[in-house]
Each structure stands twice: as structure tokens, then as C-alpha cells.
């Protein structure tokens, strides 16, 4: 991972936002789900941003990474009362993902015995036909949104947010919403921001006036290179995605414009919760090639097999992502083979299919760039491969910032009771390594 590449990120988002959006204060939110790497958190808090948590956990590592509790959002669903107990002591804000919710913090204010400060997430209708980038078949922006879990069902939003303004204890924040990497056009983007402060309206008439004082949009901005979902189209060069000011500039425009048009005020709080567009360009994952293997019938095929996996880049697989690969040291170097990366797990273990690659030899480095997000996070152990290290670089230096697992964490949680114990000998994988 890139500090300074990480750093680059975080500050771009915080100046063009701020460009977009004069009259209120921006607070970039990274998503820690994307990569939570304590280390590279600490790099975000030094920066000044806030931080996007779901469940126990990433709040957790918020906390003890010293994001001020003002900056996080404490999402999630199904929360239950002890850890809203919790958050409502830390201070941080709470999300609220279900009607559910609405009583049990009501409940975790009273028995903190402080002012639980709450947002609603809404889900409003994207009324878009645009195909979303989610699946590999034809499903619109719309039906995509609707399939997904997250947020207060709109014919709910009134009653809850005026069973929560009339509560004691609490105070209504604002609303928040998250739309994914749905698309990568701006034009979409647009019109996802006109639904959102639709629904900002509705709540306002619904409860005789009330304004937020802080809108989060969420995340799901493309990394510049977007591999995303494109797997299913193997030879395609990376598209080019919006830059992060053409996000900024889009989104700000018309949040200004619409809020405006229906009388609410543009002097209140932007939060922004990228995840994919901080960490993704600031990481690379590397392997070494192990073996060419070629054969010439019933099918001409080469594999270029490498000794890691795609359980450790799995949104090859989860999101049909189509990584960007070069041969570390000689990037530059013409393409000489067309060779399927693979991994050394016994699946199918395409990390790219059809890569182009100057002439590759056992023992070169590949490296797999852009995936600095998600593919820590998302990694399994399957056929009991240790997960690699993860080192920061910036300048000439490099730190390990979280050690390599080994043979013996894969299996540290087992237990063997001891009638089954029979002749088991653990020195063959290493617990307490
Ligand atoms: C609530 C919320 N905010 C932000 C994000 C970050 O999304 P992305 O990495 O696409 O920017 C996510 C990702 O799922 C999310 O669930």
C-alpha cells in the first residue's frame, strides 16, 4: 500500500467536495470495510477524515485509530441494543438502518444516559433504466436498488423520524444514503441525487418542517483505472472513469441546485463515504510466476501460474473485476504472449483471463495493480493458504503493517475435543507458531 498515494486520494476528495459544496463543511468518511488496515487508517486520521463503520468491529477500529466520534457513522443492520449502548456512549452518530432500530436507540439514549445524535439511511427510488454495472445480465439502476438490503423502506421514513424528533434523548441528525458502484455515468449520478433530496423533501412536509443539518451520500465512485465488472468483457482496456472533481462537480451541482429549488438550506454538512476510489489505486498485490505451462491441443492454451490466488483478489470472482497486470520492473515492455494468470489453489483460479504480457519467466514479479481495496478485506483461506502480508511504502521506505498468517493461524481456531484427539500431532501446522 502507498501512503502517499492514499494521502493523494483522501486530499483530493477533500478539495474538490469542498470546491462543490461552499456554503457547509465536507467531511470525507472513508469506508473502512474497503481496507481496514489499522496503519492506513492512522494515515486517514491524520488527514482529518471521518470515518464510515458498519457493525461492532470497524467501529472498534475506528475508535482506537482515534477518529473523533463526531467524524463516524456508525452503520449496520440489525444492531442490537448493547452495541447501540455503546455507540451512543462514544458519541459517535448513528445511522439508523430499520423502523427496528428507532426504539431500541430511543432505549440505548435513556440507558447511556446521553443525547444519541441518529441519522436516518433512506432508500429512495431511483426511477433509472440504465443498466447497473452489479450484475453481468441487463438489471436497471432501479431494480439493482431495490434488491439491496440496507435502509429505511420509504412508506416507514415519516413515522420513524416522528416518533424520533417527539423522543427525549435524541437528536435527528440528517439522512443518509448509499447507491454503490452502480455506474460510472455522471448523468446517472445526477439523477440518483435528484431521488435522494426528493426523499429529503417528503420528510421535511412530513414533519411539518424538519431539516437536516447533515446529507451523506454514501460511496461507490470508480477507481481512476476501473476494473470493476470486467471480467465478462476480456479483452476491453480499462475504461476511463470519472475523476474524482467530475464526481465532486456533478454531484455538488445538482444536490445545490435541487435542495435550492425546494427551499432547503446548502449551509449544512456533505459527508461523502468513498471506500474503492481511497484505497483501491493506492495498493498493488504482488506474486511471483512459479511455472509457464503450454499446451497446443485439443486447445492452444498458455497458463502463467503464480503462487498466489484469487481467494487473496477475490472480486475477480465477486464483482467479475479484470485486474491490470504488468511485470514488475518491466511494465513498459511490449506484449510477446496472450497467457491466463492463475493462482495456486485447485479452483478454476483465474485471476486474469487472456492477460497480455511482454515474455514472462518463472521467478519474475507480477504485479496486480488497483487493488488496494476490498481484496484484503474480502480474502479467504480456501485449500489453507496463509493470507500475505500487507507492507505501507512511501518514499525509499517500507514497513510491514500487517504480518503474513501462517500455517498455524489458518487453523488457530480449531479445536479438537478430546475424544476425537486420538493421535493428533500439531507440530505439522504449527499452532502457537
Ligand atoms: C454505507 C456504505 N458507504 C460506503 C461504501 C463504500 O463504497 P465504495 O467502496 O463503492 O465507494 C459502502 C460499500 O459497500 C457502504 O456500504
Redesign the pocket.
Known amino acids: 500500500m502507498s501512503e502517499d498515494q492514499l494521502r493523494r486520494n483522501v486530499r483530493a476528495f477533500q478539495a474538490e467536495f469542498r470546491r462543490g459544496w461552499p456554503d457547509g463543511p465536507v467531511v470525507i468518511m472513508p469506508?473502512i470495510?474497503?481496507n481496514y488496515g489499522l496503519a492506513l487508517r492512522r494515515i486517514l486520521t491524520e488527514e482529518g477524515a471521518g470515518c464510515?463503520t458498519?457493525g461492532t468491529g470497524e467501529l472498534q477500529a475506528a475508535l482506537s485509530t482515534g477518529v473523533p466520534p463526531d467524524l463516524i457513522s456508525f452503520?449496520g443492520s440489525s444492531k442490537t441494543e448493547q452495541i447501540l449502548v455503546r455507540a451512543v456512549a462514544a458519541g459517535v452518530r448513528i445511522t439508523l438502518d430499520s423502523v427496528r432500530e428507532v426504539e431500541l436507540v430511543i432505549a440505548a439514549a435513556e440507558s447511556a444516559g446521553r443525547t444519541a445524535r441518529v441519522r436516518l439511511r433512506v432508500r429512495p427510488d431511483f426511477d433509472i433504466d440504465a443498466r447497473s454495472d452489479f450484475f453481468s445480465g441487463p438489471v436497471s439502476v432501479r431494480t439493482a436498488s431495490q434488491m439491496y438490503k440496507?435502509g429505511i423502506p420509504t412508506e416507514s421514513l415519516a413515522g420513524a423520524a416522528r416518533r424520533l424528533l417527539a423522543a427525549t434523548g435524541i437528536e435527528l441528525t440528517g439522512v443518509m444514503m448509499?447507491a454503490?458502484?452502480q455506474t460510472t455515468n455522471l448523468r446517472v449520478w445526477s439523477r440518483i441525487m435528484q431521488r435522494f433530496v426528493e426523499v429529503i423533501g417528503s420528510l421535511r412536509d412530513a414533519t411539518g418542517g424538519w431539516q437536516p443539518s447533515e446529507i451523506d451520500i454514501?460511496?461507490?465512485?470508480a477507481v481512476p483505472r476501473d476494473p470493476f465488472g470486467r471480467s465478462d468483457r476480456r479483452r476491453l482496456s480499462a475504461p476511463h472513469a470519472p475523476s474524482i472533481a467530475q464526481y465532486a462537480q456533478a454531484i455538488t451541482r445538482t444536490l445545490r441546485e435541487e435542495l435550492t429549488r425546494i427551499g432547503i438550506s446548502t449551509a449544512i454538512r456533505l459527508e461523502v463515504?468513498?471506500?474503492?476510489?481511497i484505497y483501491g489505486n493506492a495498493g498493488i498485490h504482488l506474486a511471483s510466476v512459479t511455472n509457464i505451462k503450454r499446451q497446443t491441443a485439443p486447445v492452444d492454451y498458455t497458463w502463467v501460474e503464480t503462487d498466489t490466488s484469487d481467494s487473496f483478489l477475490p472480486d475477480v470472482n465477486l464483482e467479475r473485476n479484470r485486474w491490470t497486470v504488468c511485470v514488475a520492473g518491466r511494465a513498459s515492455d511490449r506484449p510477446a504472449m496472450v497467457a491466463d494468470v492463475v493462482g495456486i489453489s485447485c479452483n478454476f483460479d483465474v485471476i486474469v483471463p487472456a492477460a497480455n504480457l511482454p515474455e514472462v519467466r518463472v521467478g519474475d514479479t507480477l504485479a496486480f495493480i488497483d487493488t488496494g481495496?476490498y481484496q484484503d478485506a474480502n480474502a479467504t483461506n480456501f485449500n489453507a493458504l496463509p493470507r500475505p502480508a500487507t507492507v505501507l511504502v512511501t518514499g525509499d521506505q517500507s514497513e510491514i503493517v500487517k504480518r503474513a498468517e501462517t500455517i498455524g493461524d489458518v487453523f488457530a481456531r480449531d479445536v479438537i475435543p478430546r475424544r476425537l484427539a486420538g493421535a493428533v500431532n500439531d507440530t505439522h501446522i504449527g499452532f502457537g507458531e
Open positions: 469506508s470495510k474497503a464510515d458498519f452503520n440496507p448509499h454503490g458502484r454514501g460511496g461507490g465512485f463515504e468513498p471506500g474503492r476510489s481495496a
